[in-house]
């Protein structure tokens, strides 16, 4: 490390690595959970306590062509629940068996009568459909992330799938040329029936508009009425639609199951034409997307051709509806994608209405695969009305995906149609435009937590694909540096084709997995990597053998785990993990179990020589825990029913009511809640555990004693990284998903105020960040006496900063604000005072830290897109970089047309 005062700039060597050849899975289908049908009758839908403090906005389904699956959920909370510069962030990864892949993605609503009419689900309220071209469709278990229930579909491969507007029914359109019904009222999956056949694959489905219950006159005196009028108000369906691989469009009786109607659509050169999208609106209006890249819709009562648009280059893909039913949305394979608004035209004396094309936009690089809106549309007659809108309007988005691996998000509001004038929010902080035409596109890129590790002694770099592990060893540079840049930073490893070298691949493993791999570590002395899918944890030691690197398998660890996972229930046992990290030392391998969510700390010290003398320390179920009771910690309980409650004690200083609950202490009812643990990290001496899940639940542990140190507070948003700083090895970095930083001390168990006065002034121009913080590290390991304190480094997809946590705290300025006390009294709110930049100090100059009064850090853009930034142990920066023209130049050519010059 190119050593220097903090007032000239730090100056780092830095491995900017480009050899690495990680390929994204691109996106396959997009989700959005419906709402409830509006109620007939006046009926109140019982009252959920979990939706108290959900937000408006739903979670997604991303599938994607390695056959994971991800969930998305909003970031924004208490005042950015309505708007988000980060909007949705990645939840969880449901891992697919291997090999499989995701062609359609439906949600449903577990219990519609739960809900009131458009309210927004939460993820306890929902049900997932995959298929991927098999005959299998899958449900999945949301909480443990694995596939819950199989159905063959009795007809060969499922091409498409689609739900009714109640959320009982699904329709399967197969290769056979068959639709297949699938009830899924009640929690049930089985067959119901079976529609005529055609000769052709159904490539898309769409169900028409349903019926609404008829409306009967109150009878007075009738015991059974209750169950009656449940029975009464049941939706009734009407037809479905199918587009075909024959250049038709076929329409089925619900009732009957037989063909009613069938539309041609044009063929060219004599080739038959592939409908490869259908949707239907409110009026019965059906709308269509081809292989000639023509978007054609169709009168509801006479099935023939009202308008047709071919504005796309190529096939049409998908198709979405907006949620007011008057926009639709059409994209394809030339990356383009279209509005089409429907407009009231005056003709005499009449009115009609009549569809335009408004609008494209072309944000995608490669074929569009999937769009989706939120809110959902859901086709309901002209008769019913829906209530009207209250309190804040946000804008509707369109979410949209394709090769090019990110998925795009975009207000898409129209005008209203009685001219009406109302202030649109838009929820993505993008602009404050909010139509389809003028607002920008948020895009949330890959997942890219957990890829790539460091073996900070060993200097290797390890990089986990779907199906395979890759390790490459980093040499030092003699004379690849080159002068410090502008900010500092000397690049070593600029060229992956430099004649010095720099780097070369030592290991290349193929692993036999069950899943989609989920995670992986490699310890910092290079002796020991593991790798885990949702079934099975695979550690190896791996031999030095000059510069190869030859792994030898420990094939006793399945049956040293298996009897601390084994629950005694009919639960599924398995060994795999979602999170893992070695100690320090290389001494200690901790694993968050994936079906089970337990904590495991494995003993390698004695294993070097004999690869079979591991064994399992201890086994932590906080994470299973259900409930967390909060109480002074002078008033906690040592005991519980005579029971020690493993110091989980806690005693917090003075939190804001805005960062968490009360202070406290946790005792929790040990029933079996089963949420995944998503970050595991070890303080640099090895004496501190931290794991946190997708609860946002955070638990401490001792590693000298090997006992459950504290738990933290629940925080408002997801917690994205941890990390513990080596100058204070007990202070633990907490990131959350809005980009928010906590620092808290496990020893004395509070929130040390400087450090909080420290992350409140970094917080305004870190939550501006459209993309979430992926990693936090600091710049050095160890902290030795007499030399400046680490920097907190955090890192994203796009940027990256330092913050010194142990600039001095400013002085506290009173506000204006006010706020009640815990005791009853108001007091005034301390609020941190923006001073001088010297708190905050971004790995730059001593002139960019002197920047513009106001700016607390400078966020560092130079190196993009990453895929990991980490420090070796003698201070080396490495930063691991995926140009996205790289990825794209690993695809199929995307669809180009020459418009002059072409011959």
């Not at 899924?184 to 159904?202: N, P």
């Amino acid at each position: 490390m190119a050593g220097t005062s903090s007032q000239a700039g730090t100056q780092l060597d830095v491995h900017r690595c480009r050899f690495v050849d990680y390929v994204p899975a691109s996106i396959t289908a997009i989700a959005v959970p419906p709402t409830p049908l509006p109620r007939v009758r006046s009926q109140s839908a019982p009252s959920n306590s979990a939706h108290k403090g959900a937000t408006r906005f739903p979670p997604i389904a991303v599938g994607r062509g390695d056959g994971n699956i991800e969930l998305y959920e909003w970031s924004g909370v208490g005042e950015t629940a309505q708007a988000s510069s980060q909007s949705w962030v990645l939840h969880k990864i449901l891992y697919a068996p291997v090999p499989s892949k995701v062609d359609n993605l439906i949600w449903v609503l577990r219990d519609p009568n739960s809900l009131r009419p458009g309210q927004t689900p939460i993820l306890d309220d929902l049900r997932l459909f995959s298929a991927g071209g098999g005959s299998e469709l899958l449900e999945w278990n949301l909480e443990s992330g694995t596939i819950a229930r199989t159905l063959s579909s009795q007809g060969g491969s499922i091409w498409s799938v689609s739900a009714n507007a109640s959320s009982t029914l699904l329709a399967l359109g197969c290769d056979d040329g068959s639709i297949r019904i699938v009830s899924i009222a009640d929690g049930v999956l089985e067959h119901k029936r079976k529609f005529d056949r055609v000769k052709t694959r159904l490539l898309s489905l769409a169900w028409g508009p349903s019926r609404p219950p008829t409306p009967r006159k109150p009878v007075t005196g009738a015991a059974d009425s209750d169950d009656e009028d449940d029975e009464d108000d049941e939706w009734t369906d009407s037809w479905i639609i199918a587009g075909c691989a024959d250049s038709t469009i076929r329409k089925w009786d619900f009732t009957s199951g037989r063909v009613l109607d069938r539309m041609v659509v044009d063929r060219q050169r004599g080739e038959r034409t592939l409908v490869w999208a259908v949707a239907v609106l409110g009026d019965g209006t059906m709308v269509s997307g081809d292989s000639l890249g023509y978007v054609r819709f169709w009168d509801a009562q006479t099935c023939t051709q009202m308008q047709s648009y071919r504005l796309h280059g190529a096939d049409v893909l998908c198709l979405a509806v907006g949620p007011e039913g008057r926009s639709i949305y059409s994209a394809g394979v030339d990356q383009k994608i279209c509005q089409f608004s429907r407009v009231q035209v005056a003709s005499g004396n009449t009115t009609s209405s009549r569809w335009i094309h408004s609008s494209s936009q072309r944000y995608h690089v490669h074929d569009v695969r999937a769009l989706a809106t939120w809110p959902m549309f859901i086709p309901l007659p002209p008769s019913v009305s829906l209530p009207p809108t209250t309190g804040r309007i946000i804008s509707p988005l369109l979410f949209s995906g394709g090769l090019d691996i990110s998925l795009n998000i975009k207000p898409c509001m129209v005008p209203l149609e009685h001219g009406d004038t109302v202030k649109v929010h838009n929820p993505l902080k993008t602009n404050p435009a909010t139509s389809f035409e003028n607002s920008w596109q948020a895009r949330r890129t890959f997942h890219v937590r957990g890829l790539v590790h460091v073996a900070r002694t060993a200097r290797l770099l390890m990089l986990l694909r779907d199906k395979s592990v890759s390790v490459w060893r980093l040499t030092r540079l003699q004379n690849g540096t080159v002068e410090p840049d502008e900010i500092g930073l000397r690049t070593m490893l600029e060229d992956p084709d430099a004649e010095q070298g720099g780097w070369n691949k030592v290991l290349d493993m193929q692993l036999n997995v069950l899943t989609n791999l989920c995670c992986g570590a490699i310890s910092d002395d290079g002796q020991w990597l593991a790798a885990a899918d949702m079934y099975e944890t695979k550690l190896f030691r791996l031999q030095h053998k000059g510069e190869n690197i030859k792994p030898r398998r420990v094939k006793n660890l399945t049956s040293e785990l298996l009897p601390h996972v084994a629950s005694g229930s009919e639960d599924e046992v398995s060994t795999g993990a979602t999170a893992m990290a070695f100690s320090p030392d290389s001494s200690k391998l901790v694993l968050g179990t994936s079906l089970s969510s337990y904590t495991l700390v494995i003993d390698l010290a004695n294993a070097h020589d004999d690869l079979d003398n591991i064994r399992v320390l201890r086994r932590f179920e906080h994470h299973r825990m259900r409930d967390v009771i909060l109480q002074p910690v002078s008033q906690a309980p040592r005991q519980l029913n005579g029971v020690h409650t493993d110091a989980v004690a806690m005693d917090v200083d003075e939190p804001s009511s805005s960062e968490m609950k009360s202070d406290a202490i946790a005792a929790t009812s040990y029933e079996a809640h089963i949420r995944r643990i998503s970050l595991i990290t070890f303080s640099p001496d090895g004496q501190w555990l931290a794991t946190s899940d997708i609860d946002r639940r955070v638990h401490v542990y001792n590693m000298d004693s090997i006992q459950h140190q504290c738990t933290l507070p629940s925080f408002e948003s997801p917690v994205v990284a941890l990390a513990f700083d080596p100058a204070r090895t007990h202070h633990l970095v907490i990131v959350l998903a809005t980009n928010r930083i906590r620092v808290f001390d496990v020893e004395v168990r509070t929130f040390p105020p400087s450090a909080r006065a420290v992350c409140e002034r970094a917080a305004p121009q870190l939550a501006k960040l459209r993309e979430t913080v992926v990693g936090a590290t600091f710049t050095r390991a160890r902290h030795e006496p007499g030399t400046p304190a680490p920097g907190l480094v955090l890192w994203a997809y796009d940027w990256f900063c330092q913050i010194k946590l142990d600039a001095e705290a400013p002085a506290p300025v009173p506000s204006k604000r006010k706020k009640r006390g815990r005791d009853g009294d108001v007091a005034d709110e301390v609020a941190p005072a923006l001073s001088e930049d010297k708190e905050l100090l971004a790995l730059g100059t001593a002139a960019q830290q002197q920047g513009p009064k106001g700016k607390p850090l400078v966020i560092n853009t130079q190196y993009r897109p990453l895929l990991f930034l980490g420090f070796m142990g003698d201070g080396d920066m490495v930063v691991v970089e995926r140009p996205y023209v790289d990825i794209l130049a690993s695809l199929p050519p995307a669809y180009s047309k020459h418009k002059y010059g072409a011959s």
